[in-house]
């Protein structure tokens, strides 16, 4: 990797540019670029060709695009759910776009020189089943095609525990060590990274089931009944 500006850890949002309204150029990891807009280009993150992101959400953002042009995305979520002529995804000539264990759901996705590794392509993106088929988009043939019901994120990409990105992810595409993701869930909560840049935290879940099914008497809080 080239020697780039990195940004870490930070949400980015509210922002408004000529191109690149969340940010241009670098290495973002852990980050959240939400609700930003542009007048050209990219909405969310615009590079070419220095553009690597990692662990990170790229979402809502209006404008254009959600991500112009880049080298490497891993582990992360792309999405539109705001602008009605949002395409998501759009790599220039001349570089190919490689993603390893992303989600990508929106209106639209320019496939010309994109190269995706397991990762989630949202049945609303037009040609998203043929290009999963298609050994010179998905390699290995192992990206996933979703439904929203597939998906079952809510409002901040986190998944529930029935979405199919639980678990579904390759633990060798997760490259560049982190320990906690885009919100600061830790980044790999059972044996298997999920896709995506937000991993469904079980814990909560868990807790909340075992609270339901706990009934707690006198005698298990500790109290001990003694004679005067």
Same mark, same amino acid.
């Given at each position: 990797? !080239?020697n780039?500006? +990195? ?5 980015? &949002?509210?922002?408004?540019?000529? /191109? ?9 990891? +852990?980050c ?38 880049f080298?490497?995305? +891993?582990? /992360? ?5 705001? /602008? ?8 220039? /000539? ?16 320019s ?6 590794? +397991? ?6 993106l037009?040609?998203?089943? !043929?290009?999963?088929?298609d050994?010179?988009?998905?390699? !290995?043939?192992?990206c ?22 639980v ?24 044996? &298997? ?5 937000? !991993? ?23 109290v001990?009944?003694?004679?005067a």
């Amino acid at each position: 990797m !080239e020697n780039v500006g +990195r940004v870490s850890d930070r949400r980015i &949002t509210d922002n408004f540019a000529y /191109s690149g309204g969340g940010g241009s150029w670098g290495r973002y990891e +852990r980050c959240c670029v939400t609700g930003n807009g542009c007048r050209a280009t990219a909405s969310g993150l615009n590079a070419y060709p220095r553009l690597w992101v990692y662990d990170s959400v790229v979402a809502n953002n209006k404008g254009a695009y959600q991500v112009l042009s880049f080298n490497e995305i +891993r582990n /992360s979520t792309i999405a539109d759910t705001q /602008s009605a002529d949002s395409v998501v995804l759009w790599v220039q /000539s001349g570089i190919t776009g490689l993603m390893y264990d992303c989600v990508i759901a929106g209106r639209g996705v320019s496939w010309s020189n994109l190269k995706f590794h +397991r990762c989630a392509l949202g049945d609303g993106l037009p040609g998203a089943s !043929e290009k999963a088929a298609d050994e010179n988009v998905c390699p !290995e043939l192992d990206c996933l095609v979703l439904t929203a019901d597939d998906l079952a994120w809510d409002d901040t990409f986190v998944p529930a525990k029935t979405s199919k990105l639980v678990d579904a992810g390759l633990n060798a595409y997760h490259t560049v060590p982190s320990e906690s993701d885009a919100l600061g869930i830790p980044r790999i909560l059972n044996a &298997t990274i999920d896709i995506g840049g937000v !991993e469904y935290d079980w814990r909560k879940d868990y807790a909340q089931d075992i609270c339901a099914k706990t009934e707690v008497s006198a005698a298990s809080q500790g109290v001990v009944e003694t004679d005067a």
